[in-house]
């Protein structure tokens, strides 16, 4: 089995920052990680290995620096490690991303069959979620979306069963591979890297691939030139005026607690009590 997973170098949680005249993230001076999402890909592509043997190829699109992160894979069990990195490819939107990555994956598949392609949920910088079904949708590849659990994989059928977290329950699907999967967070935990793996990452030759090695046939499908996204306005989230609040209601049912948080939310929300009781009426 051969399993692709695609990570993101991202700048550490709350220090982003974006270029007030071009919009687009300034990675200097701000520490980088592997996205959190990707690592729950990866450790269940290594899940996988572990039960079907095979190995794990990990992929990163980005600058020089992004070598790091994917030495953090080599160093949790990945077999090896590609970075697409290339100035052409700077200023990419989700569209020119998922195209470089489609076009890399294209090549890792051409030196051995790829079986899953996995990616996260989103990241936590561009957080569009996007990359991974475009990447499904340039290869042709089916998608499973939100998986919560790997059920089966048949080798010989070449099909897969997987949980789906789907809104007010869980989906059982089955679908034939080779397929690109997005992993649901807090679904697996990552394993430790041992001292002696962490040792061989660190020497590990990360193979570094251009436009060309990536098998990029449309230049003006990658980087800025590929990009028709336009971010127009960068802001934050406007202040909630409202602060939580802590009711503390003794000795009570749970019907006594509901019915005290209904009143609360009636009384500020004076259409709603009417509202709800037309829709019942209905
Ligand atoms: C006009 C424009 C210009 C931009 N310029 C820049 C820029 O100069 N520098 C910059 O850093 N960002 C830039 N961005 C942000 C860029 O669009 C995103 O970093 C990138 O497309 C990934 O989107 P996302 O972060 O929303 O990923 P999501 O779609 O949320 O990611 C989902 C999953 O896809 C995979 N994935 C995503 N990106 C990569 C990757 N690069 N390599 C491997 N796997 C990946 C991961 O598994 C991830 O969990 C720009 C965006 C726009 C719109």
């Known amino acids: 089995m051969h399993i692709v997973v695609c990570i993101k170098q991202v700048p550490d949680s709350a220090q982003i920052r974006v270029h007030p005249v071009t919009n687009t993230i300034m990675r200097q001076g701000v520490p980088a990680i592997v996205n959190p999402y990707d690592l729950f890909s990866l450790e269940e592509a290594l899940r996988l290995k572990d039960k079907f043997g095979g190995r794990v190829t990990a992929i990163c699109m980005g600058p020089p620096q992004a070598e790091e992160a994917l030495r953090k894979c080599i160093s949790y069990g990945a077999d090896d490690a590609i970075l697409v990195t290339d100035r052409a490819f700077a200023g990419a939107d989700t ?20 079986d899953i392609v996995f990616t996260g949920k989103q990241t936590i910088d561009g957080d569009t979620a996007q990359v991974g079904p475009g990447i499904a949708k340039r290869m042709e590849l089916q998608l499973l979306t939100y998986v919560s659990r790997i059920v089966e994989v048949d080798l010989v059928a070449r099909t897969i069963v997987v949980e789906r977290r789907a809104e007010g329950g869980v989906q059982l699907l089955k679908t034939a591979l080779p397929c690109l999967i997005t992993m649901l967070e807090n679904t697996n935990e990552l394993r430790f890297a041992t001292m002696p793996a962490m040792i061989h990452a660190a020497g590990y030759p990360v193979r570094k691939w251009n436009k060309d090695e990536a098998g990029v046939e449309d230049i003006s499908k990658i980087g800025l030139k590929g990009s028709p996204t336009v971010v127009s306005k960068v802001f934050g989230p406007t202040p909630r005026s409202e602060k939580a609040e802590m009711l503390v209601v003794e000795n009570s049912t749970p019907r006594d607690v509901a019915l005290n948080v209904l009143q609360k939310v009636f009384t500020r929300q004076v259409t709603l009590e009417q509202d709800l009781l037309d829709k019942v009426a209905h």
């Open 95 to 114: 569209l020119a991303t998922s195209y470089a990555l489609a076009a890399a994956i294209r090549q890792i598949d051409k030196e051995q069959q790829v």
